[in-house]
């Protein structure tokens, strides 16, 4: 089977589509800017490019939203000509690479009875919110209320299962893993700060290999962030990149 960033999920609708590009909106939460952008399917020129950030600049104004995204073709470079112009437009221009591993792969762990792992159902639903709407208030509070939300509704989406890990009793970490017929996807993996470097995402992960051992595990890393060394350090095989840019208007 091979793995393309097609496979990814995308909390997102399709609104308008055609040969040049995909434009995704998420009304429930209008600032997740990884729900509302412009994918383009192939390379666009700059006059193309200047289009289509006019057409999203217009859309996201009627709907009180501020950014601008975009995504570029898998596996294909951002002409100068183009980077030229989203630099003097201050952009920031960022890649996301596609890394997958089969469970077995995965290294063994050692036991560790500090670290617990559950299935979140509405037992334990308070306690996963919480934890999220602290990872997330870094990025608002509007953002943080939304993702409460989001939360909630994933819950109810017998595609995704969440689940959260407890250290000693209090809750540490958490993920989600988006499942489909070939492939689990692991998305949102995070873990409490004060939590970190006691082994709580490797046991996340274990727990997805063990559970889904039967699929191909897949994840997205950002390309300049520090944990795609430790996927590459845990057997998971790289694939292939995709470049996005994005900003903020403040008007």
Do not use: W
Not at 10 to 28: A, M, N, Q, R, W
């Amino acid at each position: 089977m091979k793995i393309t960033f097609e496979d990814i999920y995308t909390h997102g609708h399709v609104v308008i589509e055609d040969h040049l590009s995909k434009h995704y909106h998420f009304p429930e939460m209008l600032s997740r800017y990884d729900s509302n952008f412009i994918e383009f399917k192939t390379i666009p020129t700059l006059e193309e490019f200047k289009q289509a950030e006019s057409y999203l600049r217009n859309y996201h104004l009627k709907n009180g939203q501020k950014h601008l995204k975009f995504k570029f073709p898998e596996s294909r470079k951002i002409p100068v000509e183009l980077v030229d112009y989203l630099n003097q437009a201050n952009y920031d221009i960022g890649f996301l690479e596609l890394y997958a591993i089969q469970p077995n792969q995965f290294p063994d762990l050692r036991d560790n009875p500090n670290i617990e792992i559950q299935i979140v159902s509405e037992e334990n639903l308070e306690a996963f919110l919480n934890l999220q709407y602290q990872q997330d208030i870094v990025f608002g509070s509007n953002f943080a209320h939304q993702k409460v939300e989001l939360n909630k509704r994933i819950l109810k989406d017998p595609n995704i299962m969440q689940l959260l890990a407890l250290y000693n009793g209090t809750p540490a970490g958490a993920v989600d893993v988006i499942i489909s017929n070939e492939t689990a996807e692991i998305d949102n993996l995070g873990v409490e700060e004060a939590f970190q470097k006691k082994g709580i995402g490797r046991r996340l992960q274990k727990f997805v290999m063990d559970t889904f051992h039967d699929k191909t595990i897949i994840l997205v890393a950002d390309g300049q962030d520090t944990p795609k060394e430790m996927y590459k350090r845990q057997n998971y095989q790289y694939l292939s990149y995709q470049y996005y840019c994005q900003k903020v208007e403040e008007k």
